[in-house]
């Protein structure tokens, strides 16, 4: 079966983002963060930058719902930065962050101590999947979407990047993703919400654009 990361194998790809972050070797102190501040830094501020942009723009009904208290899931973490804006935005929830770096992870619970991170392979059922800036790594996003649709009892939410070069290495983006990636249905979720944005990162962080995507299964329209 052909990888679902092009000409990488899974083990490739950990093995490269665990390289990436590995400069904190086997014990991440507090002076070890210190002084390798910089290095994580773009990092950190990238997905946080991402995380609350999109909590910005997610319709006012789904925020009163999510408060209500769903389930949370962070699907390709990174350090987490994400998963902990979600966790203080969202207090009465329950978030968790998944990813298959335990470097990242590593670093993510230093960091964040109070949030959850996990490394196994999404089998658990959650109300709620964000998944940002990670489709576009793979040699086929919609069949991931379809993958995470699986587990998703409510609403899927996806930052991806629009457009762009495709460049056949891990370092870039495996898919150029257009409006014509994603259909309007899948799998018995529709699409409530897209919305076309620069990002309020800086330049040299993300200066491109970003579509965000919001599925809710159908099943549940109405149900908030
Ligand atoms: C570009 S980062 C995105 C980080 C963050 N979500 C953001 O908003 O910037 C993509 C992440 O997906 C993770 N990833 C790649 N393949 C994965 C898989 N099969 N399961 C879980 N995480 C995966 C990588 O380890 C990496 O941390």
Known sequence: MKSIYGNWTEEEVTKYIDDWFDIFSDDITESVLAEREEHI?????QIDGFADGVIKFIPKHMIDDINKGLS??????????????????????????????EVSLKI???LFPECEF??????NPY????CSNCLEHFV???AMVKEHLKFTNKYYIMLVPFGGKIVNKIADHLSCITLNTFPQKIDGFNCIYQIYMRFPVEAKIWNGFQMLFIYQKIETEGKQ
Not at 41 to 45: C, F, I, S, V
Not at 76 to 91: D, E, I, N
Not at 127 to 130: E, L
């Open 41 to 45: 830094d773009g990092t950190l501020a």
């Open 72 to 101: 949370i899931l962070d699907w390709g973490c990174s350090l987490g930065a994400g998963t902990h804006l979600l966790q203080q935005k969202f207090p009465n929830s329950k978030v968790t962050g998944l990813d298959i770096s």
């Open 108 to 110: 993510g619970r230093k």
């Open 118 to 123: 996990v490394s196994e392979k999404l089998n």
């Open 127 to 130: 109300d709620v999947i964000y």
């Open 140 to 142: 086929d996003p919609l």
